[in-house]
């Protein structure tokens, strides 16, 4: 009789939201593990950024992405042999970004950035509306595979010569390293 | 009912005399209306496609239309036995592609809609034994010939998910609030080829448990796959009893699912039919009831 008072009256745990965390979370390392191109040129160009700054040991590093219990993470371990002295972490930084065309490139880079940008987080991060993920997808590819480097700010970012834009920073010098 | 699929057969484009031979290498014929090619496909095995592929199939051909059923799960065929057509099944699918029948000693008329008919599929052979071009060809010729063609696709992604796809215009996901089956139907909507028209059904609610906040609601469901939502199904044991007889749901009297059905085949016709939002019937003594497993669920 106690069992079945329990049975009628008790509430039951509101599952649906478990179901729903859970598949958010299944849904998003499916959708990244299935896109291994887009996430190579993530790690290529975080790389880049992190060669500024630090010297690496490319061989013993691991990244990827991790579907912890509450959270799906990014997770990279990234041996360090030397961090650069000031000086060359300028000179990289000079290089990343050249001061001649620092205006321009930046001007024109920006929109771009900013299309990218928000058309690989929606790639990968949040839960997109599904045709604009598939457009998303190709948008995000296209630029990077074409322009490897470009918006990593790498020291081949003038080729923003291609572009119809005058090219002002035609002049300036070739990138080294 | 007038026999619309002979009124197709026999329209004035369709040159006369015409094989129903798959010719392979033939030029194509004078320009004919083609049908809509439609693969019910859901990655998840047991999620309703050959069930909802055997109602929308009836309830467009009760809608006059001249409808093909097509089952596309070779090896572990199920559409005949669904439709209670299992005894009439003598040639397949694969003897069709493989030419050693006609298209028309194939096909299974239904006893009682005579413009709905079966192409079944074989089931002593492999899905791999299916030529992904010959069954392309295979549903472009009965496209041909019915206003409808229904491709039952079988579970899974490999050759037979292919095989299934390869000629039609658009899907019908079929998926349940279940994470397993959303997650196969995020899977199986990344592998559809980008050009197909894709739709939703969402099989199996259960208004009481979404009301409760154990089950997922469709908006829920749709939040994460965010396609065009076709329709909603409500789970009943009247489907179960249905199967047992072999005759659609849609004509049990007084079904949910059945009416629900019907009104997806409405807007598959490009009807604008609201998805009413199933209220849950349950009150204080029907839950009484259920909990003494009594009454109906």
């Known amino acids: 009789m106690?069992?079945?008072?329990?049975?009628?009256?008790?509430?039951?745990?509101?599952?649906?939201?478990?179901?729903?965390?859970?598949?958010?979370?299944?849904?998003?390392?499916?959708?990244?593990?299935?896109?291994?191109?887009?996430?190579?040129?993530?790690?290529?160009?975080?790389?880049?950024?992190?060669?500024?700054?630090?010297?690496?040991?490319?061989r013993g590093m691991d990244v990827h992405f991790e579907n912890a219990e509450r959270q799906f993470a990014l997770m990279a371990n990234i041996p360090v042999r030397e961090v650069k002295t000031h000086d060359a972490i300028a000179l990289a930084r000079r290089v990343a970004v050249p001061e001649g065309a620092e205006f321009t490139s930046a001007?024109?880079?920006?929109?771009?950035?900013?299309?990218?940008?928000?058309?690989?987080?929606?790639?990968?991060?949040?839960?997109?509306?599904?045709?604009?993920?598939?457009?998303?997808?190709?948008?995000?590819?296209?630029?990077?595979?074409?322009?490897?480097?470009?918006?990593?700010?790498?020291?081949?970012s003038n080729d923003d010569a291609g572009t119809p834009q005058p090219n002002d920073d035609a002049g300036a010098p070739p990138p080294s390293g | 009912m007038p026999d619309l699929e002979r009124d197709v057969q026999d329209a004035p484009a369709a040159p006369a005399g015409a094989s129903s031979q798959l010719q392979l290498d033939a030029p194509s014929a004078a320009p004919v209306k083609l049908g809509r090619s439609i693969v019910v496909t859901s990655g998840k095995g047991g999620v309703g496609k050959t069930t909802t592929t055997a109602n929308l199939g009836t309830a467009l051909a009760d809608a006059g239309r001249s409808v093909v059923v097509v089952d596309a799960d070779v090896g572990l065929r199920n559409l005949d036995v669904v439709l209670g057509l299992e005894n009439r099944v003598s040639k397949h699918l694969l003897d069709v592609i493989e030419e050693k029948c006609s298209l028309d000693d194939a096909l299974v008329r239904d006893r009682v809609r005579r413009n709905l008919l079966l192409?079944?599929?074989?089931?002593?052979?492999?899905?791999?034994?299916?030529?992904?071009?010959?069954?392309?060809?295979?549903?472009?010729?009965?496209?041909?010939?019915?206003?409808?063609?229904?491709?039952?696709?079988?579970?899974?992604?490999?050759?037979?998910?292919?095989?299934?796809?390869?000629?039609?215009?658009?899907?019908?996901?079929?998926?349940?609030?279940?994470?397993?089956?959303?997650?196969?139907?995020?899977?199986?909507?990344?592998?559809?080829?980008?050009?197909?028209?894709?739709?939703?059904?969402?099989?199996?609610?259960?208004p009481a448990m979404v009301k409760k906040g154990t089950m997922m609601s469709v908006a829920d469901v749709n939040a994460i796959l965010r396609l065009d939502l076709l329709g909603v199904v409500p789970d009943e044991r009247e489907i179960i009893i249905a199967t047992n007889r072999g005759t659609p749901v849609i004509d049990i009297e007084g079904s949910e699912t059945g009416a629900a059905f019907r009104r997806i085949a409405r807007r598959m016709l490009g009807e604008d039919v609201p998805i009413p939002s199933f209220e849950d019937k349950s009150n204080f003594v029907t839950r009484i009831m259920s909990t003494l497993g009594l009454g109906r669920s």
């Open chain 2, 119 to 206: 192409m079944p599929a074989a089931q002593n052979r492999e899905k791999d034994d299916v030529p992904e071009e010959k069954m392309a060809l295979l549903v472009r010729q009965l496209q041909e010939r019915f206003e409808f063609v229904l491709i039952d696709c079988p579970a899974g992604i490999e050759q037979g998910f292919r095989n299934a796809v390869v000629g039609a215009q658009e899907a019908i996901v079929v998926t349940t609030p279940e994470v397993s089956a959303v997650r196969d139907a995020d899977r199986v909507i990344g592998l559809l080829p980008r050009n197909i028209e894709l739709k939703l059904v969402v099989n199996r609610v259960r």
């Open chain 1, 2 to 58: 106690i069992d079945f008072l329990a049975k009628f009256f008790r509430r039951e745990e509101a599952s649906s939201s478990r179901a729903r965390e859970r598949l958010r979370l299944v849904l998003m390392s499916d959708r990244v593990s299935l896109a291994p191109d887009i996430f190579d040129a993530m790690k290529g160009e975080m790389l880049d950024v992190l060669r500024r700054y630090l010297e690496i040991d490319e």
């Open chain 1, 107 to 156: 001007k024109q880079t920006a929109s771009a950035d900013a299309a990218n940008g928000s058309a690989a987080q929606q790639a990968t991060m949040t839960v997109p509306r599904r045709r604009r993920r598939r457009r998303a997808r190709t948008a995000a590819i296209a630029p990077l595979a074409s322009q490897p480097n470009d918006d990593a700010g790498t020291p081949q």
